[in-house]
């Protein structure tokens, strides 16, 4: 039995918390460009005081920690981090339809989810995700600054939500955030399965409670528009709440599968170039906490 945190009582008081959203391979690929180019640019996203991770947004968030960081990423790592099985696009398809039927309940809709995810439960399929998140990450340990990890459980569609003390191993945390059903199998963590922690709720911001200033990546914006911002605005105690998302120059890069790793090279040089543009309006508030809000 692994201990979680839980999202009604994860509430913090600090400075600055970074929220990293779901995005597939491309999205993994514009984050981590994205999170490096601004590190170039002098706003260091990695020195948030609380980052949450989820699917994509987890994978760069453990990436922060690595020694050579996040600049690594700017090619796929050795063994192109491969796939356990070849990507299902009917049971993804299943799993969104599944998510869009009126009157479903959230937590029946995880459940169904959660049958269809179960269906691809392979261990060997699992141990070579498990390997190739290893290899993206480039760590083992989950790092001293407070990283919240969010999966889903598979069977009861119950959100979860891991950090460094919760007894889950960061690489096994890290797979099962970004194990969305049809595209990679179900982690067994503690004896149960786990999935994309997207599902519970997109990008998650809601778990930032409590910092005064809440940085939002949407790598995923432009396909769920009022996803970052219906919970974002939300966020308790918040002064100053932005939101990045990719611009059109990062959507061509794209194309139109956001698991076609073959773009992934592109993708991260678009979100390296979009933080230039983007460092600006994130220098002041993010580097200076004594900073009045600039509105939401």
């Known amino acids: 039995m692994t201990n979680t945190v839980e999202p009604e009582k994860a509430e913090y008081s600090v400075g600055r918390a970074l929220v990293l959203g779901p995005g597939g391979i491309v999205g993994t690929a514009w984050t ?44 796929p790592v050795a063994g192109d981090h491969p796939r356990p099985t070849a990507p299902d696009a009917q049971r993804t398809a299943e799993v969104f339809a599944v998510l869009g039927t009126p ?11 959660g049958r269809i995810a179960m269906g691809t439960a392979d261990p060997r399929a699992q141990q070579a995700l498990l390997t ?18 969010t999966a889903v459980d598979a069977a009861s569609g119950e959100p979860v939500v891991w950090d460094r003390d919760s007894g889950v191993p960061l690489v096994d945390a890290v797979a099962a955030s970004s194990a969305f059903p049809g595209t990679a199998p179900p982690i067994e963590v503690g004896g149960r399965y786990y999935m994309d ?7 998650n911001a809601d778990l930032a409670r409590g910092a005064r200033t809440v ?9 769920f ?47 390296f170039a979009q933080a230039a543009d983007e460092q600006e309006r ?4 993010w580097n200076n906490r004594r900073v009045s809000p600039l509105g939401r």
């Not at 009157?103 to 989810?113: C, F, V, Y």
């Not at 190739?132 to 990890?149: F, N």
């Not at 940085?215 to 396909?223: F, Q």
């Open 103 to 113: 009157g479903l309940t959230p937590e029946e809709a995880r459940r169904r989810a």
């Open 215 to 223: 940085l939002v990546v949407a790598p995923l914006a432009h396909r």
């Open 32 to 75: 981590a460009g994205l999170v490096h180019g601004l590190r170039h640019e002098g706003v260091d996203l990695g020195e948030a005081d609380l980052i949450v991770g989820t699917s994509a947004g987890a994978i760069v968030a453990a990436a922060l920690g690595a020694e050579n960081g996040l600049g690594r990423l700017a090619r």
């Open 225 to 271: 528009p009022r996803e970052p911002h219906r919970r974002v605005q939300d966020v308790p105690g918040a002064e100053t709440v932005l939101t990045i998302a990719p611009k059109e120059a990062a959507l061509l890069a794209f194309g139109t599968d956001p698991g076609d790793l073959a773009v992934w090279v592109p993708s991260f040089r678009a979100g």
């Open 132 to 149: 190739g998140r290893r290899e993206l990450i480039g760590v083992d340990a989950w790092p001293t600054r407070r990283l919240l990890i």
């Open 197 to 203: 922690g997207a599902l519970r709720e997109g990008t």
């Open 282 to 285: 994130l220098f002041i508030p």
